[in-house]
């Protein structure tokens, strides 16, 4: 990952076609070991190719893996007019009652002690 980037920070300066030494120098500035087999793989993957092509392409194939932001909410049907909110209240009076007996008040253990 880190040579994609310093492959791009390349292609930002200016570089229509950045080489290896741009990307080893961008990555030795940082400190960063290289390796010689993973630039020339990229550089031999993205040799003639525009490199906004590269990526435009790339969102399209993102776009479509799911990405498990989605929440399914499932209600029960409520029985009648207003009854809907009181069970809602009820578990969130429940919530509360567990987040207490979860305390660690009772432990004895203390960062001030």
Partial sequence: MKVVA??????????ASPTSADIKAILGSVGCETDDSQIELLLKELSGKDLCDVIASGREKLASVPSGGGVAMASAPS??????AAPAAEAKKEEKKEEKEESDDDMGFSLFE
């Fill in 6 to 15: 310093a492959y791009l920070l390349a292609a930002l300066s200016g570089k």
């Fill in 79 to 84: 029985a009648g007019g207003g009854g809907g």
